[in-house]
């Protein structure tokens, strides 16, 4: 029945421990609500379902506090003076769990400052529970550090997901809503629980049928799914196509300076708020390969966004402008077009231009969310301008989902990179959750990698991305560890090697996944289209703009100001400097900004080629590793979710050789160096 598969870190697993639950069970007696909505409602639905599951009980809620032992969830305005609780010092999302003992009562209190408070109080109550931690003296408060925490589905209506690697849509199939609609809930409830709060449904590539979704004939479906995820604190979201006015609206143009153009978009815009009164906003991504945008019209990208801005002001929606933009019909000859340079080129000259509710939504490195490469240098650049990031779940280049690449740490370190945006100290976490320039809107976004699979991510342990992505962008600060340790804890249990080996695994995973595919940073690699297996030249002649330059002397983009691209000017002075001089720029990303020879040597002192051929036969070692690592674990969970991994790894550990050993054998036979150790390359 895929039970423990499809729960993924909400298993609610019944405590075995006497005296635990014990302690547990008092606290239960009573329960009390002492607000109520649809939000609050699913606080309640989540902690019977929590309790009867792990403790066996099944109590109610009353509406007032009752004597003894018990729980009580209220909001600030609920609560009145039964606790002292500055709720000052609380944000809108953000809750307080305290233990009180008196001589005649003790409560827990979950307390939020609005509803959604209450409900993330309850997830973090259960959170504990599961990872059999003591209530008995809790003293927490929370406030999420960015205020967009969002999912964006790359979903189409015919049920197929762009770069989905885990089954069809949830939402669709069939060109149609799914009528059935309860499995949106349980999502809703996994989102929830780590913090989520916004969620676009459909793919930013919005074709024909998706167009429609603004319009009366699927406005009652959307309005449904919001529906759904407004009880869980969630906002909903429409990815719309630019050229809506010509497809759907019988206008000529689309032109964001046309008043016919404007005046349509303010009363599809009511319209929307007719059916779906908290709509969060419109994803756009517009003249980003072959999609329509302002430029038909030769107007730029601020006119374009403030257009759909002034249509959605008047309801409090967002714009989020995607920074995707680039040439997508280069041609390889031709070296002073740098992909790497072009979102910075395009709207770093509109900063102070885009209207106070357009957010910039900037992906986390200049290129396409390869396994490594630059951080975005538009990152800190716009002061004026609401910027947020955008990281990629589903793993595109990063295995997709058939290999273990857990994503956490690498986004700790994008997140943690110092852009010296207003000196030393200038991290990209502070700009995307807006303290440095005080922006008024920010936050991180992520392309979804769930399906309608029964383990909804394919990889079972690819849950562990989505739980970590919701955790670090509701607290950048969390370690990678503290992260993974509670991930692994909910998802399999409280049994030490377990935790120890899972964890370890899951951080051990990027770099290996790193050392076996594409090196020092160069990115690419891959077969086109699809974008899995290794092809070393498979985007070097396309029109993409993605090239390593290989030849027989040597590999990497010159993007220094010396001789290159330029690219490198578009960081601030700091990280310009580190990046132009060979001397100072990190082995792991010199092939993205520098050309060097093969016998260049690295920081590490090796040679590059010799660091190709080291990292390909030690990536493979270490593929291999992670499947006898997994077999000690046989036993300790169930059967299902041990076999469904073990094959997936046993997969990774098998095509990492095709992967070595095609990388290998193309630059040993480009380069004609020999590996120092003589090992085998075909
Ligand atoms: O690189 C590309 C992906 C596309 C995606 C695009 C984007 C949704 O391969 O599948 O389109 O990025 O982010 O817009």
């Not at 990280?575 to 092939?591: I, K």
């Not at 094959?647 to 054998?665: C, F, G, M, P, V």
Request: glycine fraction near 8%.
């Amino acid at each position: 029945d895929h039970k423990e598969s499809y729960a993924a870190w909400l298993q609610y697993k019944k405590i075995e421990d006497f005296s635990l639950l014990e302690n547990y069970q008092k606290w239960f007696e009573n329960l009390a609500s002492l607000a109520d909505s649809v939000v609050i409602e699913s606080a309640k639905k989540e902690l019977l379902l929590g309790l009867s599951s792990m403790l066996g009980v099944q109590p109610t809620f009353s509406t007032e506090r009752k004597a003894a032992a018990g729980i009580v969830l209220g909001t600030s305005v609920s609560i009145a003076n039964q606790i002292e609780i500055d709720f000052e010092q609380l944000n809108d999302d953000g809750y307080v769990i305290k233990t009180v003992t008196t001589e005649e009562k003790s409560t827990i209190f979950l307390l939020g400052k609005e509803d959604t408070g209450v409900l993330y109080a309850a997830f973090h109550l259960l959170r504990l529970m599961q990872n059999r931690e003591s209530m008995d003296h809790l003293d927490i408060l929370e406030n999420p550090k960015n205020q967009l925490r969002m999912i964006n589905h790359w979903d189409n209506m015919d049920g197929s997901i762009e770069r989905g690697y885990a089954g069809n849509s949830i939402f669709y199939s069939g060109n149609k809503f799914n009528d059935e609609l309860n499995r949106i809930e349980d999502y809703a409830r996994l989102l929830s629980s780590v913090g989520i709060n916004g969620v676009s449904i459909n793919n930013v590539n919005v074709h024909k049928v998706e167009t429609d979704l603004i319009t009366s004939s699927l406005l009652p479906k959307v309005a449904e799914v919001a529906a759904i995820f407004r009880a869980y604190g969630i906002k909903t979201f429409l990815s719309v196509n630019y050229a809506s006015t010509i497809e759907i609206g019988n206008l000529e143009t689309a032109d964001p300076l046309d008043t016919g153009v404007q005046e349509w978009w303010k009363n599809k815009a009511k319209e929307i708020y007719r059916y779906i009164p908290d709509f969060g906003g419109f994803i756009v991504k517009a003249d980003s390969e072959h999609r329509p945008g302002p430029f038909t019209y030769n107007r730029n990208h601020a006119d374009g966004a403030n257009m759909l801005a002034t249509a959605l002001e008047p309801f409090g929606g967002l714009v989020v402008w995607r920074c995707f933009v680039y040439n997508c019909l280069q041609d390889w000859r031709d070296r002073s077009t740098d992909r790497a340079r072009a979102a910075y080129d395009h709207f770093k000259p509109l900063d102070g231009q885009f209207h106070p509710n357009v957010i910039l939504q900037i992906k986390n490195g200049p290129m396409d969310f390869q396994v490594r490469e630059a951080v975005s240098p538009l990152f800190g650049a716009m002061e004026q301008t609401n910027q947020m990031m955008e990281f990629q779940i589903t793993q595109e280049y990063t295995g997709q989902q058939r290999h273990l690449c857990y994503l956490v740490p690498q986004w700790k370190e994008i997140l943690d990179f110092d852009t010296f945006a207003k000196g030393e100290g200038s991290p990209v976490k502070n700009i995307v959750d807006g303290s440095l320039f005080q922006s008024r809107h920010s936050g991180i976004a992520a392309v979804s990698n769930i399906g309608n699979d029964y383990n909804w991510t394919g990889h079972t342990l690819a849950q562990a991305n989505l739980y970590g992505f919701g955790r670090l962008t509701w607290n950048p600060d969390l370690s990678s560890e503290t992260i993974t340790n509670e991930w692994t804890l909910q998802t399999f249990g409280k049994d030490e090697l377990v935790v120890q080996q899972v964890s370890q695994m899951l951080l051990d995973s990027w770099r290996i996944y790193e050392n076996y595919t594409s090196p020092l940073g160069v990115g690419w690699m891959v077969n086109p289209s699809h974008h899995y297996g290794p092809n070393v030249d498979g985007y070097e002649y396309s029109v993409w703009g993605t090239y390593h330059f290989a030849d027989y002397q040597g590999i990497g983009v010159d993007r220094t100001v010396k001789a290159g691209t330029g690219y490198t000017a578009q960081y601030f002075k700091e990280n310009a400097d580190r990046y132009e001089a060979l001397e100072t720029c990190p082995d792991e990303l010199l092939l993205f900004f520098h050309h060097v020879p093969y016998t260049h040597r690295l920081k590490s002192g090796e040679t590059v080629i010799q660091h190709i051929y080291n990292t390909h036969f030690e990536g493979v070692q270490q593929a291999e590793e992670l499947t006898e690592r997994w077999t000690l674990l046989e036993g300790k969970i169930d059967q299902e979710r041990y076999e469904d991994i073990l094959k997936r790894l046993q997969e990774q550990a098998n095509h990492s050789k095709e992967w070595r050993d095609i990388i290998n054998t193309y630059f040993y036979r480009k380069s004609g160096i020999n590996d120092e150790k003589y090992r085998t390359i075909y």
